[in-house]
């Protein structure tokens, strides 16, 4: 059970880092744009990764308030079932650090990349 867990926890960070990565990529006409006004690269870098992170800890959010309603449920249903808080906490960990080295990433390769070679190519 525990390489089944461990699995979907590489497939869930696989995909977190896809979207994150994709979303950042999406906007590199508007990082474009920042930096030809002016924007500093650390700006934009850590706006972009604070904007990543923030929409991880929405989702750890919603994903832990379901987690305890589904555990009262199965376990009022089913038999009891425990929520380890070290297991918790580490998946929250990884999906953090995911989604920031996910934001993280993409930026500094927009950010090395001259403004008016991505504005030409749009």
Known sequence: MGACAGA??????????????????????????RRALGASDHSVVFG??????????IGFALGAALTFVIHRVVA????PVGIKPFTTAAVAF???LTAVIASGIPSVRAVRTEPERILRQE
């Open 8 to 33: 979907a926890l590489l497939l869930t960070l696989i995909g977190l880092y896809g979207v994150t990565s994709d979303m950042v990529s999406q906007r590199l006409r508007e990082i474009a744009i």
């Open 48 to 57: 972009l990764a604070a904007r990543g992170t923030f929409l991880a800890l």
């Open 76 to 79: 009022s249903v089913v038999l």
């Open 94 to 96: 990884a999906t953090l």
